[in-house]
């Protein structure tokens, strides 16, 4: 019987991987033994609690449902709130968001960074590509920046003008391009079985000795 989470060939009568320990039996109705298979998918309150669950959580790794299920629930949860700024007056207290909405953001933020991170090393990729993606946008605002400087207080110097465009288009398209490609890795299934971040989370807990 081959393991479903390393591929090791074990006895046909084993229960658990004699390698990686992943239960290779699951309970039926007829109470037979049959090969483990993946886990029902996480659902929306599961992925939310989880998120929370997992505040600080940098390390494993994370399914697309968990994703994208916390995902909606941080847009949902950002309009909601925002309607009710609105009606509360305090829309606009902080730039574009309003007391709850800002708030909100604060309190997502560390959890919805730390489940993009678990989501790249579901596909076996190091979460080192969010700060790389994102530091492009940092840059791009250096060179708004210079253009400010150059416009307003230098009287459009040249050198300064040309070097800040060419960080805000430069930088932004990359930054842009980096953020397309953030999406498609987050919609790619992760890998099957244990890579280097992990077990695979779709897959029953292994078993410790």
């Known amino acids: 019987m081959d393991c479903p989470a390393c591929g090791k060939d074990n006895p046909e009568d084993s229960r658990f991987c004699g390698s990686c320990g992943v239960s290779l039996i699951v309970s039926t109705a007829s109470g037979?033994?049959?090969?483990?298979?993946?886990?029902?998918?996480?659902?929306?309150?599961?992925?939310?609690?989880?998120?929370f669950k997992n505040y600080f959580k940098f390390s494993g790794r994370a399914t697309r449902a968990e994703y994208w299920w916390w995902i909606l629930f941080t847009v949902l949860a950002g309009i909601g709130l925002a309607v009710v700024d609105t009606?509360?007056?305090?829309?606009?207290?902080?730039?574009?968001?309003?007391?709850?909405?800002?708030?909100?953001?604060?309190?997502?933020?560390?959890?919805t960074f730390a489940l993009n991170v678990r989501r790249l090393h579901d596909i076996n990729r190091?979460?080192?590509?969010?700060?790389l993606v994102l530091g492009f946008f940092p840059i791009?605002?250096?060179?708004?920046?210079i253009l400010m400087v150059s416009f307003f207080l230098l009287d459009n110097l040249l050198v300064l003008t040309v070097l800040g465009f060419a960080l805000v288009i430069g930088f932004g398209i990359l930054g842009i391009i980096?953020?397309?490609?953030?999406i498609v890795w987050a919609i790619k299934k992760g890998d099957e079985g244990l890579n280097r971040y992990g077990p695979d989370p779709r897959l029953p807990t292994p078993m410790k000795a």
Do not use: H, N
């Open 140 to 145: 791009a605002a250096i060179g708004g920046g």
């Open 178 to 182: 980096g953020v397309i490609v953030l």
């Open 126 to 131: 190091t979460g080192w590509w969010l700060l």
């Open 32 to 51: 037979i033994g049959v090969a483990a298979s993946e886990l029902p998918k996480v659902s929306f309150r599961q992925a939310v609690e989880l998120g």
């Open 87 to 111: 009606l509360t007056a305090t829309m606009g207290m902080f730039g574009d968001s309003g007391l709850l909405g800002f708030l909100f953001e604060l309190a997502t933020m560390v959890p």
